[in-house]
Each structure stands twice: as C-alpha cells, then as structure tokens.
C-alpha cells in the first residue's frame, strides 16, 4: 500500500444532495465544483463521489444505465473533467463510485440481453428457468420480494439481488469480466485515482446458499481485475462490504494478494438497531461500540488497512444513532474524535462535518428511497401510521439524503428551485453558521484533519486500547516511542479522568475548555504525553 493512501481523508458526496447550480432542484457537478474551497478549508485530501453515471434512478444512480458517461441531470463529460482537475489542483483526490454487481436493466447490455435467449449479451445476465412454475431459489431481494424477476418475453427468470431495474451481471462470463476492467482503465487513464466499490463482495454468486452471500470465485475475480486495471494504475479501492470478520477482510485486502486495497468494516453500525433490521430501534451498546473498532484496528494491524467510517448515504445520522441530542455538539465531536484518532482511512459523509442529526419527514410521501418506501409497505399491516412513520424516521437512508444546508436562505441555500426531497435543516447547523462559530463542530472536524494529517503519531502509530469502561475508553497511539492518549467521555454524566492518564500531557484538540481531572459528559481529549 502506498504512503498517500494511508493517509487520505476521504469525504463522501452524495451528487443528486449537495449544491444544485442551476435551479432544477438536483445538485450537479458544476455544484461540487463551486464547493472545492470548502471541501480543502476542510483538510479532506480525496472526494468519493456516489455514482453520477446515467441512469433511470430507481435507485439513485446505484441502478447505472451507461458506464461511460455521465448524467445529463449532472452535467457533462467536460463538467466531469473540470472537476477532476480542479480537485488535482487543489490536492484533492477522485474516486468514482464502482458499482458492478448489477446494471440498471435500462443497459444496453440488459436491453439486448432480454430480447431472446440466443443474444449475444444474454450470458452477460444471470437467467434460469422456472422450477416448477416458480423462481429457481427462495432468494429475497435486499429491497423486498423475490431476487427473481419472471421475464415475459424469453419465459425465463433474471437475478437481481436489489432492485428488479438492477439486474445482476454474470461475472462468470469473461466477457463481462473483460468489459468492467476496460471501463475501469477508460476512468483511470482520465485520471481518476479510484473507486468504492458497490457491494463488491456479491459478485461471485454461490447457489448452493440459502441467502445470496460471497461465492466461490470472488477471490479470483478482483484479482483479475487488479492485474487488469486496477494494480498498474496504483488506484485506490474501497470495497463495501458487510457482514465481514477481520480475517475475511484480510483475504481481500492482504497486500500479497493482489485484490483491493481495504474495504468498509461496518460492525459497528450495527448497534442501535434489531440485527440487519434497520428500522428497528434498541439501545446502543456504547461499550462495544469502542470494543468492535478496537477489534478491527488490532485485526488489521500488520496487514490490510482499517477504514474508519460512521455515516454514508445507507445510514442515518451518527449522531441520532450514537450520540446524544441533549449534547449535539459534545456528542458529535467526541464521536468523531474516538473514531479518528485511530489508524486508518477517515471516510466522512457530507454534512456529518457539520453534526447533522436526522430531519424529520412528516408524511410518507415526503420519502424518496426505494428501500424506505417497499419496507413501509411490507410492513403496514403490521404497525399503524405513526409507529411506521416513527421507524422510518429512524432508520430510512432519507436521513442523509436530504440536501446539504448551506446557509440559513430558502431550502438551506441548495438550491433556488424546488429540490428533489425536503430540505428540512436546522439554521443554526449550516456551513455559513458553523463557519461564523469557531466553536463548531465544523470548526472541530477542520483541527481534527489538520491535526491528524501533520502528526505521524496519528497517522501510523500503533493502537492499544488501554480502557473502557463505565463509559469512559483511553487508547494509545504510538510511534517511535511519540505517544498520543485519546480520552473519550462515551456518557451523560461526569466521571474522574482515569488514574492511567499521566499528569503532564499536553491537550493537541478537546471538545470542552480546560482540562482538569473530570471528565465531563461525551468529553473527548486528544493529549500529547
Ligand atoms: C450499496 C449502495 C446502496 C445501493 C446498493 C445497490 O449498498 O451503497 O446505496 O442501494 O448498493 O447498489
Ligand atoms: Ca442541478
């Protein structure tokens, strides 16, 4: 793994919800462009861009109808090139969103695929025949109903493990294969420095499973597709993957394999919710929030790299989920402290700079997310209105996709049209508000990156967890015997600084004044020894 991949901050934009230029309610690319001054007053070194590709949006782009191109809601080709430069200028590296699971069956691929069973793309899709009558295999799709879908035409079923518009490749085809490497090259030769990878773990399909999960030749493919594509260009890789252990990351991200350069660990985000049910609330177990991080960074200490991650585009507010409304700001920079001060990649989400907490959607027409609006449905005869309402609010991916609040002007400063999904933001969490605060959490995540990104210690130093417990967790970073302590409060109540943190230290960024031997509620303290 190189240096610089190891010390990248990446920011996440979520295209359709950040800055519209032009007033027809989507942002867009020029948007992003306008915003590169933020993004570097911010100290992120990398942007990720969800997908801004073609597409019919059933799924808000992760449904791609055309690899190579970009969205004409987005801007153009050339747009997309201006953009690329500028963030080079500026130190800032691009990462595209690589979502090669499925396509959106408005493909070309797709479209000629389903005209007869002797096409020559029909391979390049996943068809069996019914069994007796019914779809090959129980198989649920992950946005409801069944992962077959009964083509008319041909009398065959084709897969789509997410929506029926994401029809799934068949990357045992090498012809597929071959086309994603070559679209991959055709971005890296531009100059892109990388990708996310959608659900890159789904690829391999094994049909002997109850459930879809990683089949047998997933190894084998992204290793194929590095000596391809990906390896000579020295391009970064961000596999999303759940429901993985340290040591199947290792398999994907062990630098002598060859396949990605690290993935997502979600574990964490997990907590607070009834299993893989995400609309189901229950409490955080805030000890083994720390615990699973700690389990990570000490999984891939000596190889593979951990990625430090707590909201993307899926995922509802940090700090709804983990932190504490009574104490936004305390909460919200006591996460981010915990959660950065470890080694790894920082991922951050936009607006979670600015300590969002979810909006509120009041009727279920207000919703835009596929997933969010199936569920409601699945589950309305099951709980009446307001519970649903209540379960949406806490767990639909809308959380985060509502537009990024600029300013206090009308729909937050987003746009001067009428924006795709309600712009409900708090005026005084807004760019323009915290900018004007240096008390904000705005104002924290900026010291926070500088910090990191000029202290070797924080970068590449060792971790040791040293405590956690009764709320309160220490742990150490060091690096050629420099060491750093991280305290964090993860608790509504005060609580004496542990005896194991020495006396003379020096504060490098905390979220309240003055030191002191009490910890007060959610303090974090990043201390020099
Ligand atoms: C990933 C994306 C999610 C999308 C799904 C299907 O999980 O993050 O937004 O719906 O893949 O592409
Ligand atoms: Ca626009």
Request: aromatic share 12%; hydrophobic share 35%; with cysteine.
């Amino acid at each position: 793994m190189q240096t610089w991949q190891k010390e990248t901050v990446i920011y996440q934009i979520y295209p359709k919800s950040f800055c519209d230029s032009n007033g027809d309610g989507i942002g867009d690319i020029p948007g992003i462009l306008s915003k590169v001054p933020y993004l570097k007053a911010l100290g992120i070194n990398a942007v990720w861009l969800s997908p801004c590709y073609p597409s019919p949006n059933d799924d808000n782009g992760y449904d791609i109808s055309d690899y190579r191109g970009i969205a004409p809601e987005y801007g153009t080709l050339d747009d997309f090139k201006t953009l690329l430069d500028t963030l080079h200028q500026n130190g800032i590296r691009l990462l595209l969103d690589l979502v090669v699971n499925h396509t959106s069956d408005e493909h070309a691929w797709f479209e000629a695929a389903r005209q007869s069973r002797d096409n020559p793309y029909r391979d390049y899709y996943i068809w069996r025949d019914p069994v007796d009558g019914h779809e090959p295999n129980g198989w649920r799709a992950a946005f409801g109903g069944s992962a077959w879908e009964f083509d008319e035409k041909t009398g065959q079923y084709y897969l789509h493990l997410f929506s029926r518009k994401q029809p799934d490749l068949n990357w045992d085809n090498p012809k597929v294969r071959q086309e994603i490497a070559d679209m991959i090259n055709y971005w890296l030769d531009m100059g892109v420095d990388g990708f996310r990878c959608d659900v890159i773990n789904s690829i391999s399909k094994d049909f002997t499973a109850d459930a879809p999960g990683m089949g047998p030749h997933l190894h084998e493919y992204l290793h194929e597709l590095h000596v391809k594509a990906l390896g000579p260009h020295g391009a970064l890789t961000v596999g999303e993957t759940w429901g993985m252990t340290p040591a199947q990351t290792l398999l994907m991200t062990s630098e002598a394999r060859g396949e990605l350069t690290m993935t997502f660990q979600f574990e964490h985000l997990m907590l607070g919710r009834v299993g893989w049910d995400k609309f189901r609330r229950c409490d955080v177990d805030r000890k083994a929030f720390v615990d699973i991080l700690a389990k990570w960074e000490y999984g891939l200490k000596d190889d593979g790299y951990p990625v430090l991650v707590m909201e993307n585009h899926d995922q509802p507010r940090a700090l709804s989920r983990f932190g504490d409304d009574r104490y936004p700001f305390e909460s919200a920079t006591m996460l981010a402290a915990l959660l950065y001060g470890m080694r790894g990649v920082a991922v951050v989400y936009e607006g979670q700079e600015l300590g969002l907490a979810n909006p509120t959607f009041p009727t279920l027409a207000d919703y835009r997310d596929i997933e969010t609006i199936n569920a409601y449905h699945e589950m309305e005869n099951d709980y009446d209105e307001q519970t649903l309402l209540e379960m949406m609010n806490f767990g639909s991916r809308d959380n985060s996709r509502v537009p990024m609040p600029w300013d206090g002007s009308a729909h937050a400063g987003f746009t001067t049209g009428t924006p795709w999904i309600v712009a409900d933001f708090d005026p005084t969490k807004t760019v323009a508000a915290e900018e004007a605060d240096e008390n904000s959490v705005l104002w924290f995540y900026r010291k926070l990156f500088r910090l990191r990104q000029n202290d070797p210690v924080l970068l590449h130093g060792d971790f040791e967890l040293l405590q956690n417990e009764d709320g309160t967790a220490v742990y150490r970073r060091e690096k050629d015997g420099d060491v750093r302590l991280v305290v964090v409060r993860f608790a509504d109540t005060p609580a004496p600084l542990p005896t194991i943190v020495p006396a003379n230290t020096e504060a490098l960024l905390a979220n309240y004044p003055n030191g002191g031997d009490t910890l007060r509620p959610y303090e974090a303290r990043i201390l020099k020894i």
